[in-house]
């Protein structure tokens, strides 16, 4: 045998662990599909962000992210979930940093520490809503509808996607800065609740402005007012709240992506990273600023930093309008 043969067996021992599947933990990141749980029902900002961040980051990274909604209990039921998945980069979770918030203040069942069962990635985007009313309504702006519910006590009822949501309590905090009383009632999401108040059903709400804008051709729905700081270049003939007369009154959601906690801080970073590129993208921006949205791209301290924010807020309109969810 010559020597050169005498060394195949040795070379062959050595290279054959390379022959192994990598494991894909070990393979660069995403190796396979990765599911992005969006807690809210279909037809809502939510759904349209999630939706399209998953469509970006799957013609990006080659790999499918898989959006799937998993609404109801404020956003609770597929937060959990996501909470308990493995946190090796293959769950994420977009949500309202507000749930992790006000869900502790007003479920019982739910983990007073909830904000450390996750990482912070970034503040995607900031989704304005909007104060809308049924067109059948003898009003046209906020002063209308104040003067309105003092006229007829008890007569306007105002929907929300759920109790404690941010619409919730937005609208409590507004009938405590205008001294109105209005009967909130409760849905499962603002896919549920848009179409009774178009309906009549119900006579206002505060809804994103993606949401509402598909409807208001039809005529049966009416914008009342602005919640964020300024106009909007949807609406651009619409004031906001606070320039009828109600400075103190902002009305906003901030939709942001999070993985379980634990996941490794290079897989952070690559999804940040991604997130971030794509949010630049002009088609991305424009099709944010038609819907109303504001396109962020913040970094996860920027995002931690947001939430000690939000703390300091709203468990306070919690306690004051002693707002309670039975479970």
């Given amino acids: 045998m010559t020597p050169m043969l005498r060394f195949l067996p040795v070379v062959a021992a050595l290279l054959w662990p390379a022959c192994w599947p990598v494991p894909a933990a070990a393979q660069a990141y995403p190796a396979k599909p990765v599911r992005l749980y969006i807690p809210y029902a279909t037809g809502g900002s939510a759904d349209f962000v999630g939706r399209l961040v998953a469509q970006k980051l799957s013609e990006s990274w080659g790999q499918q992210v898989l959006p799937e909604n998993r609404a109801g209990a404020n956003g609770n039921i597929g937060t959990e979930i996501a909470a308990k998945a493995a946190p090796d980069g293959y769950t994420l979770l977009l949500a309202?940093?507000?749930?992790?918030?006000?869900?502790?203040?007003?479920?019982?069942?739910?983990?007073?520490?909830l904000l450390n069962d996750f990482e912070p990635i970034t503040l995607i985007t900031?989704?304005?809503?909007?104060?809308?009313?049924?067109?059948?309504?003898?009003?046209?702006?906020?002063?209308?509808?104040?003067?309105?519910?003092?006229?007829?006590?008890?007569?306007?009822?105002?929907?929300s996607p759920g109790t404690a949501s941010p619409n919730h309590l937005a609208m409590e905090l507004l009938g405590r800065i205008t001294g109105v009383k209005m009967v909130h009632i409760p849905y499962k999401g603002v896919g549920q609740a848009l179409p009774d108040v178009i309906a009549g059903q119900v006579q206002v709400m505060l809804a994103t402005v993606p949401a509402i804008v598909p409807h208001l051709g039809s005529g049966r729905l009416r914008v009342l007012g602005i919640g964020g700081p300024q106009r909007i270049a949807t609406l651009p003939d619409v004031p906001t709240i606070a320039e009828q007369g109600f400075p103190d009154f902002e009305s906003s959601v901030a939709w942001s992506l999070f993985a379980p906690a634990g996941t490794p801080k290079n897989v952070i970073s690559r999804v940040h990273s991604e997130v971030v590129k794509l949010l630049a993208l002009p088609d991305i921006r424009e099709r944010?600023?038609?819907?109303?949205?504001?396109?962020?791209?913040?970094?996860?301290?920027?995002?931690?930093?947001?939430?000690?924010?939000?703390?300091?807020?709203?468990?306070?309109?919690?306690?004051?309008?002693?707002?309670?969810v039975d479970d």
């Fill in 96 to 113: 309202s940093e507000l749930q992790f918030v006000i869900n502790p203040a007003v479920f019982r069942y739910v983990r007073q520490d």
């Fill in 126 to 159: 900031v989704a304005v809503n909007a104060l809308v009313a049924n067109a059948s309504l003898p009003i046209k702006n906020v002063q209308d509808l104040v003067a309105y519910a003092r006229a007829n006590p008890g007569k306007i009822n105002y929907a």
């Fill in 288 to 324: 944010f600023n038609a819907a109303g949205l504001t396109p962020i791209g913040s970094t996860p301290a920027e995002l931690a930093a947001r939430l000690k924010q939000d703390q300091n807020k709203w468990p306070r309109v919690i306690r004051e309008a002693g707002i309670k």
